[in-house]
């Protein structure tokens, strides 16, 4: 645990990544523990799941929201990995909403010396190809970029899980002979195919950095303005 406070401490302060506000590290009673950031509108899941469950059409106000979530995130994940720090948890369970339904990432910390039995204990559905097929591989910023694909594939689908199996071998195989998830519903095409996808590029060294995923993602929620109506006085 002093690892970890230790760790979360170090990180700089972002405004997409959960801060360690305190800490306290030889409370005789409780143990050291981290005094963190209180998000009340719990994870990005949770708010997903009860968008799904008020049914109909999506609103606009939630179709952007959405798109902003998944901007929030790349941006504290391009905080990250300038740090030259590894998520490996990456999901919409780990984004937690303040009070101001900002995004804040979280769940990430040191790997630790037994890394092949932790990840064990990972869910299968974020993992790169690479790390399923070679548990004594580490995780990197590009086994990252992939998680982010998946949970940007939960956000446009409101909470659901991709594949239609969790069986280490049997995704493998999936994934072998080129299976991706299905566009969501809600997904615009444009950023299904430029960004979804190329996060689960089968070659990690041609998946795309955060700060690339970030910018297609800001230039798809705040579009540039249209110049070809202007015109100027001779």
Known sequence: MLDKI???????RHENVLAMLGKVNDDIQTGPYMVLEYCKNGTLRDW???QKAKGGE????????MTEYAVQIAAGMEHLSEKKIVHRRLMSKNVLL???????VMGFGPEGKDAAKNKSRLPTKWMALEILQDPQLHYTTASDVWAFGITLWEIYSLGDLPYP?????????LLENGTRPDKPVECPDDIYNQVMQKCMYHDPSKRPSFQQIKN??????HPPPDDSGMYYGL
């Not at 230790?6 to 700089?12: E, I, L, N, T, W």
């Not at 999506?58 to 929201?65: F, I």
């Not at 199996?165 to 493998?172: A, F, M, P, Q, V």
């Open 6 to 12: 230790k760790f979360v401490g170090d990180v700089p």
């Open 48 to 50: 997903l799941l009860a």
């Open 58 to 65: 999506l609103s606009a106000d939630t179709a952007d929201r």
């Open 98 to 104: 303040n009070g101001k339904m900002v995004a804040k």
């Open 165 to 173: 199996t969790g069986h280490k071998d049997k995704l493998i195989t």
């Open 216 to 221: 297609q993602l800001n230039d798809f929620f």
